[in-house]
């Protein structure tokens, strides 16, 4: 994956980033001696690390899946101690608050060893905090062998998410795919077969304009909102052809045709009310409760419809729909595991703590709590892995089958890049749930954005 880094950045930014994270630390390209790489810990060599995680600053599944994860890790490493925390800050997504939560503590000086970042922060988190290069901490080969390691490797695709300009960053670690989620006692009363769920967006407008007459809201698309980011709204784009910024990342392309067909199809299944006008949170929660036929969202929220279904409704799972004569390219979300420490002791334990995170056993656990992707996928055939799980629980398999034809989520350029980011997804927004024009809309947004971007 060949990915460009910017020219230029705020030299203020990149000198705070580089200070409190004490520069990139050691360097260990391919002619270099493994004394360079950061030392293994002595058995009886006490660390201390803290652990920034914005799934375990969500209550349930999330938190009580991380403790018993960290627990674990403690059992097998115990000269290690690992103090999680959630990202400071008042947002209802505490994913929103980790960028912030970080540059704050980077300027008290006392910045987490090792943290949870979204992918649409890598080119931020690599170019301003200050990400360590993990293949010259630890040496190519045990970065390589952590995804190739064990019974199960990482899934080809994914193993490369966090890589920039030859060097790998972080090791992703949890996300999903658009899955089209839907409620298959809906689709009966509405005179709909449930064995055969819609395969492309006409056939969603169908569908969801028969159950919006049983009085149910036909289907909410959560990638149409600004609060779910713009992860699966890339996908949608890529899937009609398009992309929200050129390849070469020096041009804004989400007012191009494509990217507007997108916010003009959410705009007419609300207007025609086959698509009730939600926030993210409303959107989802009123599907777990069975007021809404079909989804678009992200497996992290599949344990919200699995409990609202239970007892109550048929709940089933499909592939991300397609444009008409168009291949689906679904696009991830969530976030990869990077070392922010400069103390070589805190980076081996942080490298530690990334490779049980990321481990079979530690998939096993997150899946099966939380239902975000096993990216080493051959435990959904393992007897002594997920095969048992997956087969009574089959709502991972069209998630687990887009990864052969996934592509990344792209992270916006430059320092500015929340802007560039939040005002694109502004604008879709206001086109889909308040009638807005949505190539002037997004037009402007565009032109908006342009000026945000990194000088060439």
């Known amino acids: 994956m060949k990915r460009t880094v910017p020219v230029l950045g705020l030299v203020f930014a990149a000198v705070l980033a580089l200070s409190a994270c004490g520069g990139l630390g050691p360097t260990a390209s391919d002619g270099d001696a493994q004394t360079s790489l950061v030392p293994e810990l002595a058995p009886d060599q006490k660390v201390s690390i ?54 704050n503590q980077m300027v008290a000086g006392t910045p987490p060893d090792v943290a949870q970042l979204g992918f649409s922060d890598l080119d931020f988190t690599i170019n301003q905090l200050g990400a360590k290069p993990l293949d010259s901490l630890v040496g190519k080969d045990a970065v390589a062998a952590n995804f190739d390691g064990g019974k199960h490797p990482y899934a080809p695709r994914a193993r490369t998410l966090a890589d920039w300009d030859g060097h790998t960053y972080g090791v992703p670690f949890v996300f999903s795919t658009p899955v089209l989620y839907f409620n298959a006692s809906l689709f009966t009363e509405a005179g709909l077969d449930p064995a055969k769920p819609p395969a492309t967006w006409d056939e969603v407008g169908t569908a969801a304009a028969a159950i919006a007459e049983t009085g149910k809201g036909g289907i909410y698309i959560d990638c149409l909102t600004k609060t779910a980011k713009d992860w699966c709204f890339q996908s949608l784009v890529r899937s009609n052809g398009g992309r929200v910024i050129s390849e070469d990342r020096r041009n804004l392309t989400f007012a191009d045709t494509p ?101 079979e056993g530690a998939y096993t656990t997150i899946s099966q709590g939380i239902g975000y992707l096993p990216l080493r996928t051959g435990l959904m055939n393992d007897p002594a892995g997920l095969q048992g799980w997956a087969a009574k629980n089959p709502l991972l398999a069209p998630n687990v089958a887009q990864l052969a034809s996934m592509e990344p989520w792209i992270s916006m350029p430059g320092n500015n890049y929340l802007q560039i980011r939040d005002g694109m997804m502004d604008a879709v927004e206001a086109a889909v749930f308040q009638n807005k024009d949505p190539k002037s809309t997004l037009g402007a947004a565009r032109d908006q954005g342009a000026q945000l971007m990194p000088q060439q």
């Open 50 to 103: 803290v652990f920034e995680s914005y799934n375990y600053g969500l209550a349930g599944a999330w938190t009580d899946t991380f403790d018993k994860l960290l627990g674990e890790f403690r059992t097998k490493h115990p000269n290690i101690e690992v103090t999680a925390q959630k990202p400071q800050g008042n947002s209802p997504n505490p994913a929103t608050d980790t960028i912030s939560s970080i540059q």
């Open 259 to 359: 990217a507007v067909e997108v916010a003009a199809l959410g705009q007419r299944l609300v207007e025609s009310g086959s698509m009730p006008r939600l926030q993210q949170k409303q959107g989802y929660e009123a599907f777990g409760r069975g007021e809404i036929g079909m989804i678009l969202e992200t497996s992290a929220v599949q344990g919200t419809f699995v409990s609202g279904a239970k007892d109550k409704w048929d709940l089933r799972a499909a592939p991300m729909p397609a444009f008409a004569g168009k291949p689906v390219v679904p696009t991830n979300s969530g976030a990869s595991l990077h070392i922010l420490s400069n103390d070589p002791a805190k980076q081996r334990a942080s490298w530690e703590l990334i490779k049980f995170l990321t481990s």
